[in-house]
Protein backbone atom coordinates (compact mmCIF):
# COMPACT_ATOMS: atom_id res chain seq x y z
CA UNK A 1 0.00 0.00 0.00
CA UNK A 2 1.15 3.75 -0.70
CA UNK A 3 2.58 5.66 2.10
CA UNK A 4 1.00 9.09 2.99
CA UNK A 5 3.79 10.89 1.65
CA UNK A 6 3.36 9.64 -1.68
CA UNK A 7 -0.05 10.68 -1.86
CA UNK A 8 0.30 13.99 -1.44
CA UNK A 9 3.19 16.47 -3.10
CA UNK A 10 3.62 20.03 -2.23
CA UNK A 11 5.42 21.64 -5.42
CA UNK A 12 6.56 25.34 -6.29
CA UNK A 13 6.45 25.84 -9.46
CA UNK A 14 4.61 22.75 -10.50
CA UNK A 15 6.24 20.48 -11.58
CA UNK A 16 4.57 18.79 -14.73
CA UNK A 17 7.33 16.16 -15.27
CA UNK A 18 6.47 14.94 -12.15
CA UNK A 19 3.12 14.62 -12.31
CA UNK A 20 2.39 13.87 -16.10
CA UNK A 21 2.07 10.31 -15.41
CA UNK A 22 -0.64 7.61 -14.75
CA UNK A 23 -1.60 7.05 -11.02
CA UNK A 24 -3.53 4.14 -9.93
CA UNK A 25 -5.23 6.53 -6.54
CA UNK A 26 -5.82 9.90 -5.99
CA UNK A 27 -3.05 11.96 -6.02
CA UNK A 28 -3.16 15.63 -4.31
CA UNK A 29 -1.05 18.60 -5.53
CA UNK A 30 -0.22 21.75 -3.75
CA UNK A 31 1.36 25.12 -5.27
CA UNK A 32 0.96 28.14 -3.18
CA UNK A 33 -2.98 28.76 -2.98
CA UNK A 34 -3.57 26.19 -5.74
CA UNK A 35 -4.64 22.91 -5.18
CA UNK A 36 -5.18 19.84 -7.70
CA UNK A 37 -6.85 16.55 -7.08
CA UNK A 38 -5.51 13.93 -10.45
CA UNK A 39 -8.29 11.07 -10.71
CA UNK A 40 -7.14 7.18 -11.27
CA UNK A 41 -5.26 6.77 -14.12
CA UNK A 42 -5.40 9.90 -15.24
CA UNK A 43 -2.67 12.59 -16.63
CA UNK A 44 -2.07 16.57 -15.50
CA UNK A 45 -0.64 18.48 -18.47
CA UNK A 46 -1.10 21.74 -17.42
CA UNK A 47 -1.33 23.26 -14.10
CA UNK A 48 -5.10 24.44 -14.37
CA UNK A 49 -6.18 20.48 -14.72
CA UNK A 50 -8.15 18.98 -12.07
CA UNK A 51 -8.49 21.75 -9.74
CA UNK A 52 -9.66 21.09 -6.25
CA UNK A 53 -11.35 22.93 -3.37
CA UNK A 54 -12.29 21.15 -0.37
CA UNK A 55 -14.59 22.64 2.25
CA UNK A 56 -12.78 20.36 5.04
CA UNK A 57 -9.22 18.95 4.88
CA UNK A 58 -7.80 17.78 2.19
CA UNK A 59 -6.06 15.17 3.68
CA UNK A 60 -8.87 13.67 4.99
CA UNK A 61 -10.87 13.95 1.93
CA UNK A 62 -7.94 12.41 -0.59
CA UNK A 63 -7.45 9.51 1.89
CA UNK A 64 -11.43 8.69 2.04
CA UNK A 65 -10.90 8.53 -2.12
CA UNK A 66 -7.93 6.63 -2.05
CA UNK A 67 -9.17 4.13 0.68
CA UNK A 68 -12.40 3.73 -1.60
CA UNK A 69 -10.13 2.87 -4.41
CA UNK A 70 -7.77 0.08 -2.81
CA UNK A 71 -11.12 -1.43 -1.30
CA UNK A 72 -12.72 -1.84 -5.28
CA UNK A 73 -8.92 -2.90 -6.52
CA UNK A 74 -8.78 -6.50 -8.15
CA UNK A 75 -5.98 -7.05 -5.86
CA UNK A 76 -8.00 -6.53 -2.35
CA UNK A 77 -11.42 -8.22 -3.94
CA UNK A 78 -8.67 -11.52 -4.81
CA UNK A 79 -7.67 -11.69 -1.04
CA UNK A 80 -11.37 -12.07 0.28
CA UNK A 81 -11.86 -14.75 2.66
CA UNK A 82 -15.52 -13.74 3.82
CA UNK A 83 -17.64 -11.76 1.22
CA UNK A 84 -20.28 -11.00 3.98
CA UNK A 85 -17.99 -9.44 6.01
CA UNK A 86 -16.89 -7.67 2.32
CA UNK A 87 -20.54 -6.22 2.37
CA UNK A 88 -20.61 -5.07 5.83
CA UNK A 89 -17.12 -3.11 5.36
CA UNK A 90 -18.64 -1.49 2.52
CA UNK A 91 -21.82 -0.80 4.38
CA UNK A 92 -19.91 1.04 7.48
CA UNK A 93 -17.84 3.25 4.84
CA UNK A 94 -20.29 3.92 2.88
CA UNK A 95 -22.96 5.20 5.77
CA UNK A 96 -19.60 7.01 7.74
CA UNK A 97 -18.87 8.87 4.48
CA UNK A 98 -22.27 10.10 3.80
CA UNK A 99 -22.13 11.39 7.60
CA UNK A 100 -19.54 14.09 6.57
CA UNK A 101 -21.12 16.12 5.32
CA UNK A 102 -18.31 18.75 4.52
CA UNK A 103 -16.76 16.72 2.34
CA UNK A 104 -18.23 15.43 -1.51
CA UNK A 105 -15.78 12.33 -1.88
CA UNK A 106 -16.53 12.11 -5.53
CA UNK A 107 -16.19 8.20 -5.88
CA UNK A 108 -18.45 7.36 -3.77
CA UNK A 109 -20.91 6.27 -6.17
CA UNK A 110 -18.18 3.76 -7.31
CA UNK A 111 -18.08 1.86 -4.24
CA UNK A 112 -21.99 2.08 -3.70
CA UNK A 113 -21.92 0.40 -7.14
CA UNK A 114 -19.35 -2.29 -6.32
CA UNK A 115 -21.46 -2.45 -2.99
CA UNK A 116 -24.68 -3.63 -4.74
CA UNK A 117 -23.05 -5.89 -7.24
CA UNK A 118 -21.74 -8.12 -4.12
CA UNK A 119 -25.27 -7.46 -2.26
CA UNK A 120 -27.26 -8.69 -5.76
CA UNK A 121 -24.55 -11.57 -6.11
CA UNK A 122 -24.67 -13.00 -2.46
CA UNK A 123 -28.42 -12.70 -2.85
CA UNK A 124 -28.47 -15.02 -5.85
CA UNK A 125 -25.34 -17.49 -5.22
CA UNK A 126 -24.30 -20.04 -1.93
CA UNK A 127 -21.70 -17.81 -0.03
CA UNK A 128 -18.54 -19.31 -2.00
CA UNK A 129 -20.00 -19.32 -5.09
CA UNK A 130 -20.66 -16.02 -4.47
CA UNK A 131 -16.84 -14.97 -3.67
CA UNK A 132 -15.72 -16.65 -7.17
CA UNK A 133 -18.24 -15.03 -8.87
CA UNK A 134 -18.06 -11.66 -7.61
CA UNK A 135 -14.08 -11.88 -7.87
CA UNK A 136 -14.36 -12.95 -11.52
CA UNK A 137 -16.45 -9.97 -12.21
CA UNK A 138 -14.26 -7.78 -10.60
CA UNK A 139 -10.65 -9.07 -12.24
CA UNK A 140 -8.24 -6.76 -13.93
CA UNK A 141 -10.59 -5.68 -17.47
CA UNK A 142 -13.41 -6.11 -15.80
CA UNK A 143 -15.90 -4.47 -13.67
CA UNK A 144 -15.39 -0.92 -12.20
CA UNK A 145 -18.51 0.98 -12.16
CA UNK A 146 -17.91 2.94 -14.99
CA UNK A 147 -19.80 2.26 -18.13
CA UNK A 148 -19.22 3.51 -21.98
CA UNK A 149 -22.70 3.53 -22.74
CA UNK A 150 -26.40 1.75 -21.53
CA UNK A 151 -25.80 -1.39 -23.74
CA UNK A 152 -22.54 -2.19 -21.69
CA UNK A 153 -24.62 -1.89 -18.26
CA UNK A 154 -27.08 -4.32 -20.18
CA UNK A 155 -24.73 -6.61 -21.45
CA UNK A 156 -22.71 -7.17 -17.39
CA UNK A 157 -25.94 -7.62 -16.52
CA UNK A 158 -26.95 -10.56 -19.50
CA UNK A 159 -23.16 -11.79 -18.16
CA UNK A 160 -24.56 -12.39 -14.70
CA UNK A 161 -27.89 -14.11 -15.58
CA UNK A 162 -25.74 -16.43 -18.23
CA UNK A 163 -23.63 -17.80 -15.41
CA UNK A 164 -27.15 -19.74 -14.04
CA UNK A 165 -27.33 -23.21 -15.20
CA UNK A 166 -30.87 -24.07 -14.94
CA UNK A 167 -32.68 -27.49 -14.85
CA UNK A 168 -36.08 -28.91 -14.70
CA UNK A 169 -36.51 -28.89 -11.19
CA UNK A 170 -35.74 -24.57 -11.22
CA UNK A 171 -39.12 -23.55 -9.88
CA UNK A 172 -40.72 -19.94 -11.13
CA UNK A 173 -40.37 -18.50 -8.03
CA UNK A 174 -36.72 -18.79 -8.12
CA UNK A 175 -36.87 -17.51 -11.81
CA UNK A 176 -39.17 -14.76 -10.70
CA UNK A 177 -36.35 -13.68 -7.92
CA UNK A 178 -33.58 -13.91 -9.47
CA UNK A 179 -35.10 -11.66 -12.45
CA UNK A 180 -35.80 -9.19 -10.44
CA UNK A 181 -32.97 -9.08 -8.57
CA UNK A 182 -30.74 -8.62 -11.76
CA UNK A 183 -33.15 -6.04 -13.16
CA UNK A 184 -33.02 -3.82 -9.66
CA UNK A 185 -29.05 -4.20 -10.20
CA UNK A 186 -29.24 -2.68 -13.52
CA UNK A 187 -31.55 -0.02 -12.46
CA UNK A 188 -28.69 0.49 -10.05
CA UNK A 189 -26.20 1.04 -12.49
CA UNK A 190 -28.20 2.97 -14.85
CA UNK A 191 -28.82 5.16 -12.40
CA UNK A 192 -25.53 6.19 -11.36
CA UNK A 193 -25.03 6.62 -15.91
CA UNK A 194 -27.01 10.05 -16.39
CA UNK A 195 -25.47 12.42 -14.37
CA UNK A 196 -22.29 12.56 -16.43
CA UNK A 197 -23.49 11.67 -19.44
CA UNK A 198 -27.16 14.02 -18.96
CA UNK A 199 -26.97 14.56 -22.93
CA UNK A 200 -27.34 11.17 -24.16
CA UNK A 201 -30.29 10.28 -21.72
CA UNK A 202 -31.98 9.16 -25.46
CA UNK A 203 -30.04 5.98 -24.94
CA UNK A 204 -31.67 5.39 -21.34
CA UNK A 205 -35.29 5.89 -22.59
CA UNK A 206 -34.09 3.31 -25.68
CA UNK A 207 -33.57 0.90 -23.33
CA UNK A 208 -36.51 0.96 -21.39
CA UNK A 209 -38.77 0.70 -24.35
CA UNK A 210 -37.59 -2.49 -25.48
CA UNK A 211 -40.05 -5.35 -24.97
CA UNK A 212 -38.04 -7.58 -23.64
CA UNK A 213 -37.02 -5.97 -20.89
CA UNK A 214 -39.12 -5.02 -17.49
CA UNK A 215 -36.69 -1.73 -16.32
CA UNK A 216 -40.12 0.59 -16.35
CA UNK A 217 -41.26 -1.05 -13.07
CA UNK A 218 -38.13 0.96 -11.28
CA UNK A 219 -37.74 3.58 -13.46
CA UNK A 220 -38.93 6.03 -11.16
CA UNK A 221 -35.48 7.80 -10.38
CA UNK A 222 -34.34 7.77 -13.98
CA UNK A 223 -37.42 9.62 -15.13
CA UNK A 224 -37.13 12.42 -11.97
CA UNK A 225 -33.49 13.19 -13.52
CA UNK A 226 -34.28 13.04 -17.03
CA UNK A 227 -36.89 15.12 -16.79
CA UNK A 228 -34.90 17.69 -14.77
CA UNK A 229 -32.27 17.70 -17.54
CA UNK A 230 -35.36 18.09 -20.31
CA UNK A 231 -37.36 20.40 -17.81
CA UNK A 232 -40.61 19.11 -19.09
CA UNK A 233 -42.63 19.04 -15.77
CA UNK A 234 -41.99 22.00 -14.27
CA UNK A 235 -42.77 23.55 -17.97
CA UNK A 236 -46.25 21.74 -17.59
CA UNK A 237 -46.46 23.11 -14.00
CA UNK A 238 -46.14 26.52 -14.97
CA UNK A 239 -47.66 26.72 -18.38
CA UNK A 240 -50.67 24.12 -17.40
CA UNK A 241 -49.77 21.78 -20.20
CA UNK A 242 -49.06 24.04 -22.58
CA UNK A 243 -45.72 23.82 -24.57
CA UNK A 244 -44.92 27.59 -26.19
CA UNK A 245 -41.71 26.05 -27.45
CA UNK A 246 -42.04 22.99 -28.67
CA UNK A 247 -38.09 23.28 -30.36
CA UNK A 248 -36.84 23.40 -26.66
CA UNK A 249 -37.47 19.68 -26.96
CA UNK A 250 -36.55 18.86 -30.24
CA UNK A 251 -33.87 15.80 -28.71
CA UNK A 252 -36.97 14.13 -26.78
CA UNK A 253 -39.09 14.26 -29.50
CA UNK A 254 -36.65 12.27 -31.95
CA UNK A 255 -35.71 10.27 -28.96
CA UNK A 256 -39.73 8.77 -28.93
CA UNK A 257 -40.37 9.52 -32.64
CA UNK A 258 -37.00 6.66 -33.28
CA UNK A 259 -38.45 4.01 -29.96
CA UNK A 260 -42.24 4.08 -30.25
CA UNK A 261 -43.44 0.63 -30.89
CA UNK A 262 -47.38 -0.13 -30.14
CA UNK A 263 -47.39 0.06 -26.59
CA UNK A 264 -45.92 4.12 -26.32
CA UNK A 265 -44.51 2.56 -23.33
CA UNK A 266 -42.06 5.33 -22.53
CA UNK A 267 -45.26 8.44 -23.59
CA UNK A 268 -47.06 6.02 -20.73
CA UNK A 269 -44.54 6.46 -17.97
CA UNK A 270 -43.38 10.24 -18.68
CA UNK A 271 -47.33 11.14 -18.59
CA UNK A 272 -47.82 8.94 -15.47
CA UNK A 273 -44.25 10.89 -13.90
CA UNK A 274 -45.66 14.19 -14.47
CA UNK A 275 -49.62 13.70 -13.68
CA UNK A 276 -47.79 12.13 -9.71
CA UNK A 277 -45.73 15.14 -9.45
CA UNK A 278 -48.55 17.83 -10.59
CA UNK A 279 -51.31 15.54 -8.17
CA UNK A 280 -48.27 16.13 -5.39
CA UNK A 281 -47.81 19.64 -5.77
CA UNK A 282 -51.96 20.42 -5.75
CA UNK A 283 -52.15 21.57 -2.07
CA UNK A 284 -49.55 24.26 -3.19
CA UNK A 285 -52.17 25.59 -6.07
CA UNK A 286 -55.53 25.53 -3.91
CA UNK A 287 -58.31 23.60 -2.89
CA UNK A 288 -59.79 21.40 -5.62
CA UNK A 289 -62.53 23.69 -6.82
CA UNK A 290 -60.37 26.41 -6.50
CA UNK A 291 -57.62 24.69 -9.07
CA UNK A 292 -61.00 23.59 -11.03
CA UNK A 293 -62.56 26.68 -11.55
CA UNK A 294 -59.11 29.02 -12.27
CA UNK A 295 -58.59 26.42 -15.01
CA UNK A 296 -61.45 25.85 -16.52
CA UNK A 297 -60.89 27.59 -19.84
CA UNK A 298 -57.84 25.98 -19.64
CA UNK A 299 -58.59 22.50 -19.49
CA UNK A 300 -61.12 23.27 -22.53
CA UNK A 301 -58.45 24.68 -24.50
CA UNK A 302 -55.95 21.38 -23.49
CA UNK A 303 -58.82 18.94 -24.36
CA UNK A 304 -59.61 20.31 -27.96
CA UNK A 305 -56.04 20.89 -28.54
CA UNK A 306 -55.34 17.06 -27.84
CA UNK A 307 -58.11 15.78 -30.43
CA UNK A 308 -56.62 17.80 -32.67
CA UNK A 309 -53.23 16.88 -31.84
CA UNK A 310 -51.33 16.11 -35.67
CA UNK A 311 -47.69 17.39 -34.81
CA UNK A 312 -44.80 15.48 -34.71
CA UNK A 313 -43.99 16.97 -31.28
CA UNK A 314 -44.54 13.81 -28.86
CA UNK A 315 -43.56 16.10 -25.87
CA UNK A 316 -47.00 18.07 -26.22
CA UNK A 317 -49.14 15.19 -26.26
CA UNK A 318 -47.15 14.00 -23.12
CA UNK A 319 -47.88 17.39 -21.29
CA UNK A 320 -51.55 18.11 -22.34
CA UNK A 321 -52.48 14.24 -21.13
CA UNK A 322 -50.61 14.34 -18.16
CA UNK A 323 -52.23 18.47 -17.20
CA UNK A 324 -56.08 16.88 -18.30
CA UNK A 325 -55.34 13.50 -15.75
CA UNK A 326 -54.09 16.24 -13.22
CA UNK A 327 -57.30 18.43 -13.66
CA UNK A 328 -59.69 15.62 -14.29
CA UNK A 329 -58.40 13.73 -11.20
CA UNK A 330 -58.84 17.06 -9.23
CA UNK A 331 -62.58 16.84 -10.59
CA UNK A 332 -62.96 13.24 -8.96
CA UNK A 333 -61.86 14.88 -5.46
CA UNK A 334 -64.62 17.14 -5.92
CA UNK A 335 -67.18 14.55 -6.95
CA UNK A 336 -66.24 12.20 -4.12
CA UNK A 337 -66.26 15.34 -1.67
CA UNK A 338 -69.78 16.36 -3.03
CA UNK A 339 -68.46 19.41 -3.87
CA UNK A 340 -71.70 21.47 -5.33
CA UNK A 341 -70.18 24.19 -6.84
CA UNK A 342 -70.81 25.86 -10.13
CA UNK A 343 -67.95 24.54 -11.76
CA UNK A 344 -69.13 20.71 -11.29
CA UNK A 345 -71.57 21.70 -13.34
CA UNK A 346 -69.81 22.70 -16.13
CA UNK A 347 -67.06 20.21 -16.04
CA UNK A 348 -70.18 17.82 -16.30
CA UNK A 349 -72.03 19.00 -19.26
CA UNK A 350 -68.27 19.79 -20.66
CA UNK A 351 -68.26 15.65 -20.58
CA UNK A 352 -71.21 14.92 -21.52
CA UNK A 353 -71.28 17.30 -24.79
CA UNK A 354 -70.23 14.67 -26.98
CA UNK A 355 -69.17 11.09 -27.52
CA UNK A 356 -65.71 11.44 -28.95
CA UNK A 357 -63.11 8.65 -27.28
CA UNK A 358 -61.47 11.41 -25.52
CA UNK A 359 -64.81 12.17 -23.53
CA UNK A 360 -65.51 8.89 -23.08
CA UNK A 361 -61.93 7.92 -22.00
CA UNK A 362 -61.84 11.26 -19.08
CA UNK A 363 -65.67 9.72 -17.80
CA UNK A 364 -63.80 6.25 -17.47
CA UNK A 365 -61.00 7.88 -15.85
CA UNK A 366 -63.12 9.68 -13.49
CA UNK A 367 -65.04 6.67 -12.31
CA UNK A 368 -61.70 4.56 -11.51
CA UNK A 369 -60.17 7.43 -9.66
CA UNK A 370 -63.65 7.67 -7.62
CA UNK A 371 -63.32 3.75 -6.91
CA UNK A 372 -59.68 4.11 -6.07
CA UNK A 373 -60.37 6.79 -3.88
CA UNK A 374 -63.07 6.19 -1.86
CA UNK A 375 -61.97 2.58 -1.47
CA UNK A 376 -65.18 1.06 -3.05
CA UNK A 377 -66.00 -1.52 -6.05
CA UNK A 378 -67.19 -0.35 -9.28
CA UNK A 379 -71.12 -1.97 -8.08
CA UNK A 380 -70.43 0.05 -4.91
CA UNK A 381 -69.85 3.04 -7.15
CA UNK A 382 -72.82 2.15 -9.14
CA UNK A 383 -75.06 2.38 -5.93
CA UNK A 384 -73.58 5.32 -5.06
CA UNK A 385 -73.16 7.82 -8.38
CA UNK A 386 -77.55 6.55 -9.47
CA UNK A 387 -78.74 9.31 -7.52
CA UNK A 388 -76.51 11.86 -7.46
CA UNK A 389 -76.86 14.31 -10.40
CA UNK A 390 -73.78 13.48 -12.57
CA UNK A 391 -74.66 13.26 -16.03
CA UNK A 392 -70.94 12.41 -17.08
CA UNK A 393 -71.23 9.04 -15.12
CA UNK A 394 -74.73 8.11 -15.81
CA UNK A 395 -74.50 7.65 -19.79
CA UNK A 396 -71.71 5.18 -18.62
CA UNK A 397 -73.42 3.25 -16.14
CA UNK A 398 -76.73 3.13 -18.00
CA UNK A 399 -75.49 2.11 -21.48
CA UNK A 400 -76.13 -1.86 -21.71
CA UNK A 401 -73.04 -3.88 -20.64
CA UNK A 402 -71.19 -6.77 -23.06
CA UNK A 403 -68.22 -7.94 -20.69
CA UNK A 404 -66.56 -9.61 -24.23
CA UNK A 405 -66.25 -6.68 -25.57
CA UNK A 406 -63.06 -5.74 -23.79
CA UNK A 407 -59.97 -7.24 -22.44
CA UNK A 408 -58.68 -6.26 -18.93
CA UNK A 409 -55.50 -3.92 -18.71
CA UNK A 410 -51.99 -6.08 -18.79
CA UNK A 411 -49.13 -4.66 -17.84
CA UNK A 412 -48.13 -1.71 -20.10
CA UNK A 413 -50.27 -3.86 -22.90
CA UNK A 414 -47.25 -6.30 -23.66
CA UNK A 415 -48.82 -9.16 -23.14
CA UNK A 416 -51.76 -8.11 -25.21
CA UNK A 417 -51.09 -10.56 -27.56
CA UNK A 418 -50.61 -13.29 -25.07
CA UNK A 419 -53.81 -12.65 -23.55
CA UNK A 420 -55.71 -12.61 -27.05
CA UNK A 421 -53.62 -16.68 -28.16
CA UNK A 422 -55.22 -17.67 -24.87
CA UNK A 423 -58.51 -16.49 -25.23
CA UNK A 424 -58.94 -17.58 -28.60
CA UNK A 425 -57.65 -21.55 -27.23
CA UNK A 426 -60.31 -21.45 -24.61
CA UNK A 427 -62.90 -19.50 -26.30
CA UNK A 428 -62.92 -21.22 -29.73
CA UNK A 429 -60.59 -24.14 -30.14
CA UNK A 430 -61.30 -27.31 -28.39
CA UNK A 431 -58.00 -28.89 -30.15
CA UNK A 432 -56.67 -31.18 -26.85
CA UNK A 433 -52.86 -30.17 -28.24
CA UNK A 434 -53.11 -26.91 -28.09
CA UNK A 435 -54.83 -27.03 -24.27
CA UNK A 436 -52.43 -29.07 -23.70
CA UNK A 437 -49.55 -26.65 -24.44
CA UNK A 438 -51.76 -23.79 -22.64
CA UNK A 439 -50.89 -25.45 -19.56
CA UNK A 440 -47.45 -26.46 -20.22
CA UNK A 441 -46.85 -22.69 -21.18
CA UNK A 442 -48.53 -21.58 -18.02
CA UNK A 443 -47.02 -24.09 -15.56
CA UNK A 444 -43.03 -22.69 -17.03
CA UNK A 445 -43.99 -19.10 -18.54
CA UNK A 446 -45.23 -16.27 -15.76
CA UNK A 447 -46.87 -13.63 -18.69
CA UNK A 448 -48.89 -17.23 -20.08
CA UNK A 449 -50.16 -17.78 -16.53
CA UNK A 450 -50.73 -14.05 -15.94
CA UNK A 451 -53.01 -14.05 -18.92
CA UNK A 452 -54.45 -17.27 -18.26
CA UNK A 453 -56.07 -15.78 -14.74
CA UNK A 454 -56.81 -12.78 -16.45
CA UNK A 455 -58.93 -14.37 -18.59
CA UNK A 456 -60.55 -16.28 -16.22
CA UNK A 457 -61.40 -13.10 -13.74
CA UNK A 458 -62.85 -11.75 -17.39
CA UNK A 459 -64.76 -15.09 -18.30
CA UNK A 460 -66.33 -15.74 -14.76
Not at 72 to 92: M, P
Not at 156 to 184: C, G, P
Not at 337 to 351: T, V
Not at 375 to 394: A, L, M, Q, Y
Request: negative net charge; aromatic residues 12%.
Amino acid sequence: MLSMSNQFKIVSPINLSLVTMYFTLWYYFEESNSFALIPPNATMTNEDEFTFECNGDAWIETNLMNLIELLVSSTIISRIDNIEQLINYYNRIIQSILSLNIYTVDNLEKLRSFASLVRCITALFPAEQAKNVFENACSPGGFNAAFENCNAIHEFIEYLRNLFVDSASTTDNVLLNRHRTLLKLEIEFLKNWPPDNSEQYPEVLALHSKPENDLWQYSAKILSFIDQEVELFSTVLWKNGQLEDPDKFKLLDECLANINGETYKIERLLVNHIHMQLMLRANEQGTPEQILTDNYIQFEENVRQLQDEQSNHNSISISLIAWIKYYIELYAVALKNQCSEEIMGMIDQFLTRDELPLSLTLKLFVIKQICELSSVKFDTFCEIFSNRNVVGSRTILEKPQDQHNFILPTPLFVCEDVFKRISDILAYNNDIEHLRQLITNCTTNQTSSYCFLVWCIHYY
